[in-house]
Nanobody, 126 residues
Framework: QVQLVESGGGLVQAGGSLRLSCAAS????????MGWFRQAPGAEREFVAA????????NYADSVKGRFTISRDNAKNTVYLQMNSLKPEDTAVYYC???????????????????WGQGTQVTVSS
């Protein structure tokens, strides 16, 4: 299993930007898919973005397309989520996740993901 540690959350005004980081340790393989999810108070955890360690193919939720960018630095075992044009509705706890089993960026339900970070709070004020 891989260990994941997120950082980079905080408070930002609407229209601003934040970059989240997810440092992975333990077993990491080129077949892993890495992703970001978020969970707002009273809501279910929802998919935000995913990327393969190898190849760099990406997938995004419709709500963040064109505003968020997921990327990875294989040498640093780190995945990033660049968030631009933030909106108040982006406020949530953001979780990094790893899928070692399915090998697809299109498995967007949380139950398919094997490992989770502790989460980092993102708050966007209006």
């Amino acid at each position: 299993q891989v260990q994941l540690v997120e950082s980079g959350g905080g408070l930002v005004q609407a229209g601003g930007s934040l970059r989240l980081s997810c440092a992975a340790s333990g077993r990491t393989f080129s077949s892993y898919v890495m992703g970001w999810f978020r969970q707002a108070p009273g809501a279910e955890r929802e998919f935000v973005a995913a990327i393969r360690w190898s190849g760099g193919h990406t997938n995004y939720a419709d709500s963040v397309k064109g505003r968020f960018t997921i990327s990875r630095d294989n040498a640093k075992n780190t995945v990033y989520l660049q968030m631009n044009s933030l909106k108040p509705e982006d406020t949530a706890v953001y979780y990094c996740a790893a899928d070692a089993t399915h090998g697809s960026i299109y498995f967007t339900f949380p139950k398919f993901w094997d490992s989770w970070g502790q989460g980092t709070q993102v708050t966007v004020s209006s």
